[in-house]
C-alpha cells in the first residue's frame, strides 16, 4: 500500500507506540484472546502486572523495583489491593498517572499513601463498571499467617482481590491473601493469578486448595519469592482442567 498523508500520522503513532513498548520486552508477556480482542498480560515481577486490552492500559500494583516505569505506558486505569510498600508505591504511581487516569484503592492507601491524586476507594464487595470493564472488588486477607503479635499479616476487611470481566474472559487478581473460604464464591474464572510466599500469603498445598476453590482454566502462580514453584505441579497434578503457568514473578 502507498503511503499517503492519509496514513502518515498513523504510522508514525504506531512507531511511537512500539518505542513506548519496547521496554517490555524485558518482561514476559502472554497474550490471551477474548470476545473483545487480545488481552496482553506483562509479568513486571512480584506482585506487579500490567494489562493490555481493548486500547487500554491498566496497571496492578506498580512497584518501582521491578520496573522503570518512566518507560512504561501512562495508565488508563490502575488497581492497588492494599497499602504495604511492594503494593503502594507513590514514586510508581506519579510516573504513570496522568488527569485522565483512573485509580482504584483501599481506604487504608488512602491514609498511608503520600501520592495526592484524585482516587476512589472500593471495599470487599464492590462492583462497577469501567469502561466496559466489570470491576469486583473481592476479600484479601490471612486467616493463619500472622505477626509475632498475633495479628495477622493482612487483616480481614483490609485488602482487595479483584476480578475483572475482560470480554468473555473473567480474570481474578488475588492480592495478598491466603485460600479464604470466600473464594467459593467467585466462580467461573478463567485466569487466577495467586500469591505464594510465606509467611505474608499462601504455602503451595494452600495455593492447590484456592485452585480448587476457584477452579480457573489457566492459573499462574506470583508473588512467590523463593518458593518452589515446581511443587505446585506435583499437588494439582490430578487436576488437568488447571493449567498451571510459572512465569517470573518472584
Avoid at 204 to 230: Q, W
Amino acid at each position: 500500500m502507498k503511503s499517503t498523508s492519509l496514513f502518515k500520522p498513523f504510522a508514525f503513532f504506531s512507531f511511537l507506540l512500539i518505542i513506548s513498548l519496547n521496554h517490555v520486552k524485558a518482561h514476559e508477556t502472554d497474550t490471551i484472546k477474548t470476545s473483545k480482542g487480545n488481552l496482553i498480560i506483562h509479568f513486571l515481577g512480584h506482585g506487579t502486572l500490567m494489562f493490555e486490552f481493548d486500547k487500554k492500559i491498566i496497571h496492578i500494583d506498580p512497584y518501582s523495583k521491578v520496573a522503570d516505569y518512566n518507560q512504561l505506558p501512562k495508565a488508563d486505569l490502575i488497581l492497588l489491593t492494599h497499602h504495604h510498600g511492594d503494593h503502594l508505591d507513590s514514586t510508581a504511581l506519579a510516573s504513570i498517572y496522568t488527569k485522565t487516569t483512573t485509580l482504584y484503592w483501599t481506604a487504608e492507601c488512602e491514609k498511608s499513601s503520600k501520592f495526592r491524586a484524585p482516587a476512589s476507594v472500593l471495599q470487599n464487595g464492590d462492583k462497577l463498571m469501567w469502561k466496559g470493564i466489570l470491576i469486583e472488588s473481592v476479600p484479601a486477607y490471612n486467616i493463619e499467617n500472622k505477626r509475632q503479635n498475633g495479628s495477622p499479616y493482612h487483616p480481614m476487611g483490609e485488602g482487595n482481590g479483584y476480578i475483572l470481566t475482560l470480554g468473555n474472559k473473567r480474570v481474578y487478581i488475588a492480592g495478598d491473601t491466603e485460600n479464604i473460604p470466600e473464594m467459593l464464591r467467585f466462580r467461573p474464572i478463567d485466569i487466577a493469578f495467586l500469591p505464594m510466599n510465606l509467611p505474608y500469603t499462601m504455602t503451595p498445598e494452600m495455593v492447590k486448595d484456592a485452585a480448587l476453590m476457584i477452579n480457573p482454566k489457566v492459573l499462574y502462580p506470583y508473588h512467590f519469592g523463593k518458593t518452589d514453584t515446581s511443587i505446585i505441579f506435583d499437588l494439582l497434578k490430578d487436576s488437568p482442567f488447571i493449567e498451571v503457568r510459572i512465569r517470573k514473578m518472584e
